[in-house]
């Protein structure tokens, strides 16, 4: 149950084979300056004055609150509350370009489950450690053997030091034998980067928010993906109005599920249809 004792690094540009190599070896990669530094500053620039009054901490039951952090303020719905995200951040084809190698092999295409901006404030405590997955309780029976159900990038939207609470992640535990081993906190590293960087990481490793010993919040931004045949986590077609999705092209409407997901690839049915027919063509996306 060794596990490596750094994160590596990759420049942006790095191909996606390369990238899916580190990833199965292991369960993660940080790429360096993955978005432009002035990309997120206007990112963040959209959604300071919404995250200064909002309150940190969820609703829901007293596990969930625990996770969630009672110092962190998570704010979702990104797509209709930021242009840049909108229409410089969902459908970017580098990024996607390594999201595909962990989707695509077990679905012919893949939801984004959901989009926050996460921020630990000062004090806050380490997040209790776990797998991705863990939305769909099945995949922690078929362990490390299974499909990779979902995977996330957490792109760095501040300074993402240990001290303000990076990540936490144990390297190579996306092979352990027993995904209802959660670890220990003295097993992890920090997932330290630069603003614009992200940590790409697989749906089976285990990691967790770090502790906030510093004065200063901790922001990033979460956009985790699972397979096109499983449920996500924000229901994006009950948020997004119909026209602004008729705005973005076919891939992001498709993350978003405004479109049907098929699975030719195992060998299976469409789902996600009206009166048999594919999504799109019903809600007419692809009239002009």
Known sequence: MTSAKSIRHVPAGTSADEVDKIIQSDGGVIVDNLFPVEKIARLNAELDPVLKNWAPGIQGTEWMVEFAGRQ??????????????????????????????????????????????????????????????????????????????????????SEYTEEMGATRVIPGSHKWSDFNDRGSQEMTIAAEMEPGSGFIYSGKVLHGGGENKSNRPRRALAMAYNLGWLVPEEAYPFGVPLEMARQLGPRAQQLLGFRSFSNEIGGGGTVWQMDYRPLAEFLRLDKN
């Open 72 to 157: 962190t303020k998570r704010l979702t719905q990104l797509v209709t509350r930021s242009s840049v995200f909108r229409n410089e951040m969902l459908d970017d084809a580098a990024l996607l370009s390594y999201i595909d190698t962990m989707m695509l092999p077990h679905a012919d295409s893949y939801w984004m489950t959901s989009a926050q901006l996460i921020q630990l404030q000062p004090g806050e405590k380490c997040q209790m450690l776990h797998r991705d997955l863990e939305n769909w309780p099945i995949f922690k029976q078929l362990g490390p053997d299974g499909p990779e159900a979902a995977c996330n990038c957490l792109v760095a939207l």
